[in-house]
């Protein structure tokens, strides 16, 4: 195989046959292909897009570059969700359980964070004992038994993807709508699912910066899931301001545990819902009302004794009111009302506090990160808490609680601009 024929050919706009995207992908997958070389064929597609039939050639490749799951027959459907990645995202821990009370079978694998987006395997690694190494057998065995299982990807699921990502990260072509596309689908297909709901970001600490670009991406992504005979909904979700009140590790897991006994963040719990509710089979009065029922946190405990968590050490660390060292509240300078919470500022705090990656050899601090952040649109009196910062030691603290300060606005009046909640595409 000829490969620098086919970055040239790319770079230079032509299409390449399903099976010459197939080969590359199994050559690289087999390191017959150098690094550089598939460095220079990501950024030619960055740069000139691949065709819908390149797309689909691609993802198919990398779903089959390892294994696809495959589930006995029932009744239940095979279903999962997919975030593009945000600040204070732990939607995953609470849809999850969710879903399985309401009938479905879940085998949810999840990455890591990367920057200022969490990712859903930190914030369970941050829960005593929990084991997110899941075989595809234990995987397919613990969905068939309780109806979820939270974990990786493995060397068994789509190990394509995982290197090909790990070179767009340092390449500059993690935006390319062909190559996201790809590699969200590649796993989710790897799973079997009969359906998938997107939950598809923008704003300032989204990879989709504008409304428009996510839109794009959803309908890139609804698309091909079709093509590939899975039922696929998207919702766009705006991030310019964290979800819900908290953004670090463990401080999102007990954010999500409220709001599995019914006493989370209203928009957190709204957009769970809304994603509940764009799976085949469920309303939102049904989600609603299932997670107001206490069923799914009872499922969510079961979750964690089938995957190896101390559920002893798990309640006793949640009834602490924090496990960081240092704990500092952020009170407001002034009275008025909070106009704008930046997510991105909020997010690259939490990073640099330690709680998320700048490369991916970085080491998590689970405990380190903010929470009772207020909202924009809510009122505050001078002197009362804005946030409250979680640090390792006391110059992190301070030199958060000065950034906080700049990252959570107070005006006289909060400039309402309309729905900004989850908007389902059609």
Known sequence: MNFLNFIERKRDDHELSADEVAELVKQFTADAIPDYQMAAFL???????????????LTLAMRDSGTVLEFPKDDRPIVDKHSTGGVGDK???????????????????????????????????????????RTAAQLIDQV?????????????????????????DVTGTVPSIPLITASILSKKLAEGLDALVMDVKFGRAAFMQDREAAEALAQSIMALAEECGVTCRAVLSDMNTPLGRA?????????????????????????????????????????????ASGRPREKFTELLAAQGADVDAFEQQLAEPAVAPVVRDVTAPQSGVVVRCDARAIGELVRDLGGGRKTKA??????????????PGEELIAG???ARVHAREETSAEAAVARLRESVIIGEEFQDLGKIGPDSVD
Do not use: H
Request: aromatic residues 2%.
């Open 43 to 57: 950024m030619a597609v960055n740069c000139r897009g691949m065709s819908t039939n390149e797309t689909r050639a």
């Open 91 to 133: 939607v995953s821990l609470v849809l999850a359980p969710l879903l399985a009370c309401l009938g479905c079978r879940v085998p949810m694998i999840s990455g890591r964070g990367l920057g200022i987006t969490g990712g859903t395997l930190d914030k369970l690694e941050s829960i005593p004992g929990f084991d997110t190494q």
């Open 144 to 168: 068939q038994s309780i109806g979820v299982a939270l974990g990786g990807q493995t060397e068994e699921i789509a190990p394509a993807d995982r290197r090909l990502y790990a070179l767009r």
């Open 247 to 291: 953004a670090g590790n463990w401080l999102e897991v007990k954010e999500a545990i409220d709001c599995l006994e019914g006493r989370g963040p209203s928009d957190l719990e709204m957009l769970t819902v809304s994603l509940a509710a764009n799976l085949p089979g469920i309303d939102s009065g049904r989600a609603l009302a299932e997670l």
């Open 362 to 375: 970085d080491t998590i601090d689970p405990a380190v990160g903010v929470d009772q952040l207020a909202k």
């Open 384 to 386: 009362t808490v804005l």
